[in-house]
């Protein structure tokens, strides 16, 4: 297999820091981006580079892309990992923190692609990996700004998918479902303190308590199933269009694509009234 760079976003920590290693096992040159560099020291046992890069901060990405091609002359693979969840009722998130979720998971993602596309259209060749989600395709209660943001990465991700097949850059997304990672449990926490003190307080709490219990699962899908995914991404020589793996993810499209909106919203507050029961075990 062919040695490829790839340079890879919010490797810090969780799915990012295991695509990292895996990649770099498969004997690819792997470029290794995030905010926290003292989480990846590591990484660079491994012959990982590590970048410190800020999806937000406009210099740092394009610092970042041009050290990675100065040293390599190309870069085969981006991989966009970078994101968060805060959650939420619409009414309670406040817009700096909407633009803050909004900035990081789509906008930071789109620069990225804008400053690495030139040189894979000169190179002839390239792959953009999304990490998008099964949340750009069903929306839960409470999740509103995390759903408006996945739901741009897919419509990015289709749309990019078309106009860059004639430069021979292939686009392809990973949507997980659910992952035992931090991410769930920080989400639960955004959307207690949101809540706390307003008019959705409890029903907001009650979705919380549902979220961290069944983010402390020991029956989640490992970060594992979704770097074999990505590892597909990269590897294959015609890349799908959409990876859809991980704990649950083929069963919520199954049921969102059958239920009608009213049955979906049943589904949801029961969910809801699922989570007080929790609280109380």
């Not at 297999?1 to 004997?27: F, H, P």
């Not at 996945?150 to 991700?157: D, G, N």
């Not at 590892?231 to 704990?247: E, M, Q």
Request: glycine share 10%; with cysteine; charged share 25%.
């Amino acid at each position: 297999m062919k040695q490829k760079v790839i340079l890879i976003t919010g490797a810090s920590s969780g799915i990012g820091y295991d695509a990292a290693l895996t990649l770099a096992s498969e004997g690819h040159k792997v470029y290794a981006a995030a905010r926290r560099m003292e989480l990846m020291e590591p990484l660079k046992a491994k012959g990982i580079v590590t970048i410190r890069m800020d999806v937000t901060d406009e210099q740092s990405m394009v610092d970042g892309v041009k050290s990675v091609l100065d040293a390599e002359g190309r870069i085969d693979v981006l991989v966009n990992n970078a994101g968060y969840g805060y959650f939420g009722a619409v009414e309670n998130v406040a817009m700096a923190e909407a633009r803050r979720q909004v900035e990081v998971n789509v906008f930071g993602l789109a620069r990225l692609c804008q400053l690495v596309l030139p040189a894979m259209r000169e190179q002839g060749s390239g792959r953009i990996v999304n990490i998008a989600s099964v949340a750009g395709r069903v929306v839960l209660p409470f999740g509103g700004w995390y759903h408006v943001t996945k739901y741009s990465v897919e419509a990015l991700s289709d749309a990019m998918r078309m106009e860059l097949k004639p430069f021979g850059i292939d686009v392809a997304m990973i949507e997980p479902g659910a992952i035992k990672t931090d991410w769930g449990i920080i989400a639960a926490r955004h959307l207690r303190e949101s809540s706390t003190g307003t008019a959705y307080e409890t029903d907001g709490t009650s979705f919380a308590d549902l979220m961290h219990w069944g983010y402390s699962s020991r029956y989640l899908s490992a970060p594992r199933v979704i770097t074999r995914a990505i590892c597909r991404a990269v590897d294959s020589r015609r890349p799908r269009p959409r990876y859809r793996t991980g704990r649950g993810a083929h069963l919520l499209l199954f049921l969102h694509s059958v239920l009608t909106a009213r049955c979906w919203d049943s589904l949801m507050r029961w969910g809801v009234k699922l989570g007080k029961r929790v609280a109380k075990n």
